[in-house]
């Protein structure tokens, strides 16, 4: 005690500084790991984590041990693409190995239809059997039982009996198609509770799927052969007419080989148009001569020049002329000579015309006969371009009626040849459909598996169980740990107080046992007259082995975190308050002066709680015989010396509330009550005062502004956030100084913050300090 003394020694009296008003606090909150956090969260909430974790479990392990067994028979099948090698028949037989996905998804879908299950059912009498009389679930509603499904009976559409839609329902929901991934497999499987009738009822699906799909190609092919015997006849007889009427067409206009006759007139008709241009231009040609011996200028006619005959005359002539010339210089026109070479002249020049009249009449001649050849020509082109373009339009009706025949000989003979093939693919039975594995007896059950589901039902509830702790945990608002405080309010948490029943064997740590005080002390007989709720005030000895360490030591955690926050200021005279009623501001009000006085200093408690005093019940305090307390002192009646009571702890004394006043907020506002406190600070080294929650009544907040500091009560995961901070506020505004927050009724029992500080320091130190004899408590 004495070490304890010196280590918290008070400050001297001096006189209280101004109030000041001091920002919220904004540190920051603790760093925990969230792993951490999680722990504390399930450590509280394992109860809930337990209940629900044990519903889960035990109805899982009900529901899995009350199933009967059931047994799983399995088939392989393998689908292969339809073979259009095997005929090129598959237009009419409705094979679409074109779309291999398709194909195989159709497939699928086709093993799960109602109409292959239906099958089986009546090969199999299955709507006989126990099995498929009951109901598929014990859990099932009226409403979810399947819809009423059509089906076809000799070509009436009817509706399926209830029974046997109850049967086939319970058929689908047993069966099981899987495809295997990458390949052409499938595999069908089917439960039932017997493991011969699951092998059963496998095999005769499959055998079932194979024989409806070679009966179905078999209808197909047969549908299309008759079919095409319908068209044939028809097309027969088109075929027919078409040839009749393109023979009498033909024989009408006279047209036997259409091609060659007209590739004849085409080829003649070519040829006249070329000779007609031929002679066209020869024409122009002998025209141009023609005119200029129409001129009678036959010098630069043409050939004139080339004839021999002609070339000779002119040739004599000229000779003729330069000899005639020549003597008629010397002689006379009479002589002999000269009259012979005249005569000879004239011949010549005769001769000479003569030629030129016939190379006219030639050349004259050429020209109309190259004139008439022109005209002959045009009429002969004019007539055989008449002739081919009538043989042009008769082929054009002979061609259309040609390919009318042409069209409908090549239908015919198609259809015949398609008629041919349906015949051969009706005789053939190419399945591409085979079984590759048969189903077996299964020699154990599938279902239920009991182990996986139990622990599934153990990780279910698990699961369920924690996320119903952390939704627990996320709708509790309140303060639960130091580390709510400095998070969510700002404030300094100045320490925690175990609740009563938060002791180990549900003895607790605080209220609820008595205390082992040694019978005949001075100390005994005091602490008898102190309720159990006062505790911070026993001494080691009185404690005893199985004392209340946690509380004690609590109750002195918050007094050293009180004078440690002080360093900066005085804290003379404090105000403990708290949001709302019921938190344990009273209780901590007196364990803490308790705490203050042990360490030798004067303390003073002042009850300022008009409304519902309660510190001189606590103290065991008798009420003043002529009612001196706070009251009456504030209103002259008394002065603080005559209110002062002493009380059973050493150096706690008490000024009780005295008669409860009927304005205690002006009392509490009025210049006595700051007089009171300067005389109260002068005398005692500290003054405690006990006031109404802040939330209730204004009496808080007209204490607060008057005094050095503010402790903040708050009942531990009671309390909510909101109510703190609002409380904080109106400290704020009534510029008081809050010191912390102390957070009251810590239940660790429950797990979470503090749990193992408290139950494994406290009550196996305390224990063993005890057990070993030592008188003080640990520090």
Not at 193 to 197: A, F, K, R, S
């Given at each position: 005690?004495?070490?304890?003394?010196?280590?918290?020694?008070?400050?001297?009296?001096?006189?209280?500084?101004?109030?000041?008003?001091?920002?919220?606090?904004?540190?920051?909150?603790?760093?925990?790991?969230?792993l951490?956090?999680?722990?504390q969260i399930?450590?509280?909430?394992?109860?809930?984590?337990?209940s629900?974790?044990?519903?889960?479990?035990?109805?899982?392990?009900?529901?899995?041990?009350?199933?009967?067994?059931?047994?799983?028979?399995?088939?392989?099948?393998?689908?292969?693409?339809?073979?259009?090698?095997?005929?090129?028949?598959?237009?009419?037989?409705?094979?679409?190995?074109?779309?291999?996905?398709?194909?195989?998804?159709?497939?699928?879908k086709?093993?799960?239809?109602?109409?292959?299950?239906?099958?089986?059912?009546?090969?199999?009498?299955?709507?006989?059997?126990d099995e498929?009389?009951e109901?598929?679930?014990?859990?099932?509603?009226?409403?979810?039982?399947?819809?009423?499904?059509?089906?076809?009976?000799?070509?009436?559409?009817?509706?399926?009996d209830?029974?046997?839609?109850?049967?086939?329902?319970?058929?689908?929901?047993?069966?099981?198609?899987?495809?295997?991934?990458?390949?052409?497999?499938?595999?069908?499987?089917?439960?039932s509770?017997?493991?011969?009738?699951a092998?059963?009822?496998?095999?005769?699906?499959?055998?079932?799927?194979?024989?409806?799909?070679?009966?179905?190609k078999?209808?197909?092919?047969?549908?299309?052969?008759?079919?095409?015997?319908?068209?044939?006849?028809?097309l027969?007889?088109?075929?027919?007419?078409?040839?009749?009427?393109?023979?009498r067409?033909?024989?009408e206009?006279?047209?036997?080989?259409?091609?060659?006759?007209?590739?004849?007139?085409?080829?003649?008709?070519?040829?006249?148009?070329?000779?007609y241009?031929?002679?066209?231009?020869?024409?122009?040609?002998?025209?141009?001569?023609?005119?200029?011996?129409?001129?009678?200028?036959?010098?630069?006619?043409?050939?004139?020049?080339?004839?021999?005959?002609?070339?000779d005359?002119s040739s004599?002539l000229?000779?003729?002329?330069r000899?005639?010339s020549?003597?008629?210089?010397?002689f006379?026109?009479?002589?002999?000579?000269?009259?012979?070479?005249?005569?000879q002249?004239?011949e010549?020049?005769?001769?000479l015309?003569?030629?030129?009249?016939?190379?006219?009449?030639?050349?004259?001649?050429?020209?109309?006969?190259?004139?008439?050849?022109?005209?002959?020509?045009?009429?002969a082109?004019?007539?055989?371009?008449?002739?081919?373009?009538d043989?042009?339009?008769?082929?054009?009706?002979?061609?259309i009626?040609?390919?009318?025949?042409?069209?409908?000989?090549?239908?015919?003979?198609?259809?015949l040849?398609?008629?041919?093939?349906?015949?051969?693919?009706?005789?053939?039975?190419?399945?591409?459909?085979?079984?590759?594995?048969?189903?077996?007896?299964?020699?154990?059950?599938?279902?239920?598996?009991?182990?996986?589901?139990?622990?599934?039902?153990?990780?279910?509830?698990?699961?369920?169980?924690?996320?119903?702790?952390f939704?627990q945990?996320?709708l509790?608002n309140?303060?639960?740990?130091?580390?709510?405080?400095q998070?969510?309010?700002?404030l300094?948490?100045?320490?925690?107080?175990?609740?009563?029943?938060?002791?180990?064997?549900?003895?607790?740590?605080?209220?609820?046992?008595?205390?082992?005080?040694r019978?005949?002390?001075?100390?005994?007989?005091?602490?008898?007259?102190i309720p159990?709720?006062?505790?911070?005030?026993?001494?080691p000895?009185?404690?005893?082995?199985n004392?209340?360490?946690?509380?004690?030591e609590?109750?002195?955690?918050?007094?050293?975190?009180?004078?440690?926050?002080?360093?900066?200021?005085q804290?003379?005279?404090?105000?403990?308050?708290?949001?709302?009623?019921r938190?344990?501001k009273?209780?901590?009000?007196?364990n803490?002066?308790?705490t203050?006085?042990?360490?030798?200093?004067?303390?003073?408690?002042?009850?300022?709680?008009?409304r519902?005093?309660?510190?001189?019940?606590?103290?065991?305090?008798?009420?003043s015989?002529?009612?001196?307390?706070?009251?009456?002192?504030?209103?002259?009646?008394f002065?603080?010396?005559?209110?002062?009571v002493?009380t059973?702890?050493?150096?706690?004394?008490?000024?009780p509330?005295?008669?409860?006043?009927?304005?205690?907020?002006?009392?509490?506002?009025?210049?006595?009550?700051?007089?009171?406190?300067?005389?109260?600070?002068?005398?005692?080294d500290?003054?405690?005062?006990?006031s109404?929650?802040?939330l209730?009544?204004?009496?808080?907040?007209?204490l607060?502004?008057?005094a050095?500091?503010v402790?903040?009560?708050?009942?531990?995961?009671?309390?909510?956030?909101v109510a703190?901070?609002?409380?904080?506020?109106q400290?704020?505004q009534?510029?008081?100084?809050?010191?912390?927050?102390?957070?009251?009724?810590?239940?660790?029992?429950?797990?979470?913050?503090?749990?193992?500080?408290?139950?494994?320091?406290?009550?196996?130190?305390?224990q063993?300090?005890?057990?070993?004899?030592r008188?003080?408590?640990?520090?």
């Open positions: 005690m004495n070490q304890d003394t010196s280590l918290e020694k008070i400050q001297p009296r001096v006189e209280s500084p101004a109030v000041i008003s001091v920002p919220a606090y904004d540190q920051e909150y603790s760093e925990t790991h969230p951490q956090e999680y722990w399930v450590q509280k909430r394992r109860w809930t984590i337990l629900i974790l044990l519903v889960v479990f035990v109805t899982v392990a009900i529901g899995t041990l009350k199933q009967r067994p059931v047994y799983r028979a399995k088939v392989v099948l393998q689908i292969d693409r339809e073979n259009p090698n095997i005929l090129s028949f598959k237009d009419f037989a409705g094979l679409e190995g074109s779309d291999e996905e398709l194909y195989l998804e159709t497939s699928y086709t093993l799960q239809s109602r109409t292959l299950a239906r099958g089986v059912i009546q090969k199999l009498q299955l709507d006989q059997r498929f009389k109901e598929s679930s014990t859990f099932s509603l009226p409403w979810s039982s399947s819809p009423k499904v059509p089906s076809s009976v000799a070509g009436d559409q009817t509706v399926l209830p029974k046997l839609q109850r049967v086939m329902q319970r058929f689908l929901d047993q069966l099981t198609v899987t495809p295997v991934r990458r390949s052409r497999l499938v595999e069908i499987s089917f439960d509770n017997d493991p011969v009738l092998a059963r009822v496998t095999n005769t699906l499959a055998s079932t799927y194979i024989e409806d799909n070679l009966k179905f078999w209808e197909a092919t047969l549908k299309a052969s008759d079919l095409i015997s319908e068209q044939l006849v028809g027969k007889a088109k075929l027919e007419k078409s040839e009749e009427e393109l023979q067409y033909a024989k206009n006279a047209i036997l080989q259409v091609d060659e006759k007209q590739n004849i007139a085409s080829q003649k008709l070519k040829q006249l148009q070329e000779e241009v031929k002679g066209e231009a020869e024409l122009f040609q002998k025209q141009s001569v023609y005119d200029q011996v129409k001129g009678g200028d036959l010098s630069s006619v043409p050939g004139m020049m080339d004839n021999k005959i002609y070339q005359l004599r000229s000779d003729l002329r000899e005639y020549e003597l008629s210089t010397t006379t026109p009479e002589y002999p000579k000269l009259k012979r070479l005249k005569s002249i004239d010549t020049e005769a001769s015309q003569k030629e030129r009249n016939m190379l006219a009449r030639k050349i004259t001649d050429d020209y109309r006969a190259a004139e008439a050849r022109v005209k002959l020509l045009r009429v082109v004019t007539g055989q371009g008449k002739e081919f373009n043989i042009a339009e008769k082929s054009i009706q002979y061609n009626l040609k390919r009318e025949v042409d069209t409908n000989r090549q239908i015919y003979e198609g259809l040849q398609r008629l041919k093939e349906a015949g051969v693919s009706a005789g053939m039975k190419a399945n591409n459909i085979r079984v590759v594995d048969q189903a077996e007896v299964p020699p154990k059950p599938a279902k239920p598996r009991v182990v996986l589901n139990l622990a599934l039902g153990l990780i279910l509830g698990m699961g369920l169980g924690v996320g119903m702790a939704f945990e996320y509790d309140t303060l639960k740990s130091p580390d709510d405080v998070r969510f309010v700002r300094p948490a100045l320490g925690m107080i175990p609740a009563a029943h938060s002791g180990k064997n549900g003895k607790g740590y605080g209220y609820g046992y008595g205390y082992g005080y019978h005949g002390s001075k100390k005994a007989a005091a602490t008898a007259l159990k709720e006062v505790a911070a005030q026993l001494s000895e009185l404690v005893g082995p004392g209340d360490w946690a509380l004690l609590a109750y002195r955690s918050l007094r050293t975190s009180i004078l440690l926050s002080a360093s900066d200021r804290l003379r005279t404090m105000v403990v308050t708290s949001a709302h009623p938190e344990g009273t209780t901590t009000t007196v803490l002066a308790i203050l006085a042990q360490l030798g200093s004067r303390v003073l408690l002042i009850d300022a709680d008009m519902k005093p309660r510190v001189a019940e606590l103290l065991k305090v008798p009420a015989p002529g009612g001196a307390g706070l009251s009456t002192c504030l209103t002259g009646q002065t603080l010396d005559q209110s002062v002493a059973a702890v050493p150096n706690v004394f008490l000024v509330c005295g008669p409860i006043p009927p304005n205690p907020p002006e009392l509490l506002s009025s210049k006595a009550m700051r007089q009171l406190l300067s005389d109260a600070r002068e005398k005692f500290f003054v405690m005062l006990d109404p929650p802040l209730m009544v204004s009496d808080g907040r007209i607060a502004s008057q050095d500091g402790i903040l009560v708050a009942h531990g995961a009671q309390t909510p956030r703190v901070n609002q409380a904080k506020m400290l704020l009534a510029n008081a100084h809050v010191v912390g927050v102390a957070l009251n009724n810590m239940d660790f029992s429950r797990g979470g913050y503090g749990k193992y500080y408290y139950r494994g320091y406290y009550s196996s130190y305390g063993e300090e005890a057990q070993n004899g008188t003080d408590p640990p520090s």
